[in-house]
């Protein structure tokens, strides 16, 4: 209690008596009411809360984890479940866009390189099995061989019942994992030394690589142009037409942005509607490059195939991705806020897009070697 009223000579602040407790622990019971009549506290019990989480001697039960997490959801859909954007919100209706095993899958291989926490983690806990096989000079490798182990391989070990959690689960996964290793050599990299990625990817399997994903992922284009550019690669906006398929209410399945009244679909949308087209043509004319709107596969694939410098491929397949961005961006306005976009104002917004694009790369050794054609972008 010195100490404490020194510190409030000092300061000038005064413990709170209604608002303090003082937890006592190992103290007999005349002990504690001698010290609780000292400091004028009052006595405090377990669990307690500090900044809003519990706070106990003890391991937490697990029925005090989930009040914690339930919490936390509650407080997340409460207080931001406005600021969701209209993906967001079919998010937490359960429409996926995508299968989540695709967008794990690397972007050289036609997904988002989101990493999946399960595969991750198994590939993290690979780890832990490589240090075993190669006996790495460490105290709880040493320990796993003197206790559990002893003369025995780690593919021919079986874990006692009563042995720990942990040596339990990495014996469960070593399975999974035998075909990475040949006669105890880690075969996934040159040197024989361990990766996470490497082992990430083997779970994933071999998937065939996309040779699209280049000019689809692309840094000529704005983050938001290659993702839409990405979703409409794979078929997965919710177009009118697809929203019917995932028996989704619509009351209007018509295209929007065209006096056609036929079906929106993926197709349609953006390759045969009259808007897309009038901006196509305008993006033709710009470049002086005569590229036709046969779907988006067909006219990437076809800049693949031209015998043009990278950074132009580039530009060009930037270009597509602004295109289908601002038409799709043209439909969400029209069909949700009722605002007609019209081509000219798409036009003008790609053409500045694109020019601050080429102006922030353009001094990149590629864009050097594709000179000629970033000038006519800028000045025309």
């Known amino acids: 209690m010195e100490a404490l009223a020194h ?156 042995s720990s959690w942990y040596w339990r689960k990495i014996n469960a996964l070593k399975e999974e994992m035998q075909s990475w290793y040949n006669q105890g050599r880690y075969m996934l990299t040159l040197n024989g030394n361990y990766s996470i990625s490497k082992s990430y990817l083997a779970i994933i399997g071999c998937k065939p690589t996309w040779k699209l994903a280049a000019l689809v992922w692309t840094s000529m284009a704005l983050p938001k142009h290659r993702f839409l550019m990405w979703l409409v690669v794979q078929g997965r906006l919710l177009t009118q037409e697809r929203k019917l398929r995932l028996q989704i209410q619509v009351d209007d399945t018509a295209c929007c942005l065209c006096a056609e009244k036929v079906m929106e679909t993926n197709d349609h949308l953006f390759e045969k509607c009259k808007w897309i087209s009038t901006v196509w043509q305008a993006m033709n004319h710009w470049t002086e490059v005569s590229m036709h709107n046969i779907g988006i596969m067909k006219v990437l694939e076809c800049i693949d195939g031209k015998h043009w410098k990278l950074f132009q491929k580039e530009i060009m397949a930037a270009i597509c991705g602004a295109i289908i961005y601002h038409t799709w961006r043209a439909r969400n306005w029209r069909r949700y806020k009722g605002k007609c976009v019209q081509t000219d104002e798409a036009i003008a917004q790609i053409k500045k897009e694109i020019r601050e694009r080429l102006q922030l790369l353009s001094s990149s050794k590629k864009a050097i070697k594709c000179r000629n054609f970033i000038q006519h972008l800028m000045c025309f």
């Open 7 to 162: 510190f409030s000579a000092v300061t000038g602040l005064e413990a709170n008596l209604e608002k303090s407790t003082v937890y006592l622990a190992g103290v007999d019971e005349d002990t504690k009411s001698r010290i609780i009549a000292r400091t004028g506290f009052s006595d405090g019990a377990f669990p307690m809360k500090y900044l809003g989480l519990p706070l106990s001697p003890k391991k937490w039960r697990k029925i005090e984890c989930h009040t914690l997490i339930d919490k936390i959801t509650q407080r997340i859909k409460v207080t931001y479940s406005k600021q969701l954007s209209y993906a967001g919100r079919l998010q937490k209706k359960k429409v996926a866009l995508v299968a989540w095993d695709k967008v794990c899958w690397p972007k050289r291989l036609g997904g988002l390189n989101i990493k999946g926490c399960i595969n991750w983690n198994k590939a993290s806990v690979g780890h832990l099995l490589w240090q075993i096989i190669v006996n790495k000079e460490a105290l709880w490798v040493k320990w796993v061989h003197g206790i559990y182990m002893k003369t025995d391989s780690i593919w021919n070990h079986k874990p006692p019942i009563d």
